[in-house]
């Protein structure tokens, strides 16, 4: 059973960063792709950014040149760096574990419980 476990969120004025952590574990290849999508009230959850297990990494048009996402293979984990947020960045941000090595298996059912990520004007 594959469990995935966020961290990071809170609330952060304009302009200001946070950094999210994504932790798997249970029965998952170490090399799949993993993502981030969001979710603010009233709309669906949006893919934000996606990494292969070859470090390639994919972005939403509106988080492009804003956030980062990395990975260690070794431990599973994956982080989104978000600089200069903005208030329409604010969500429950999701991490996503793909079926595969690349993007285009994601999203899975492998959800994470979310975290809230706020961002005052």
């Known amino acids: 059973q594959v469990q995935l476990v966020e961290s990071g969120g809170g609330l952060v004025q304009t302009g200001g960063s946070l950094r999210l952590s994504c932790a798997a574990s249970?029965?998952?290849?170490?090399?799949?792709?993993m993502g981030w999508y969001r979710q603010a009230p009233g709309k669906q959850r949006e893919f934000v950014a996606g990494?292969?297990?070859?470090?390639?990494?994919a972005y939403a048009d509106s988080v492009k040149g804003r956030f980062t996402m990395f990975r260690d293979n070794g431990k599973n984990t994956v982080w989104l760096q978000m600089n200069s947020l903005k208030p329409e960045d604010t969500a429950v941000y999701y991490c996503?574990?793909?079926?595969?090595?690349?993007?285009?298996?994601?999203?899975?059912?492998?959800w994470g419980q979310g975290t809230q990520v706020t961002v005052s004007s």
């Open positions: 996503n574990l793909g079926l595969g090595r690349t993007i285009a298996t994601m999203p899975s059912d492998h």
């Open positions: 249970g029965s998952i290849f170490s090399n799949n792709a």
């Open positions: 990494i292969q297990s070859n470090g390639y990494t």
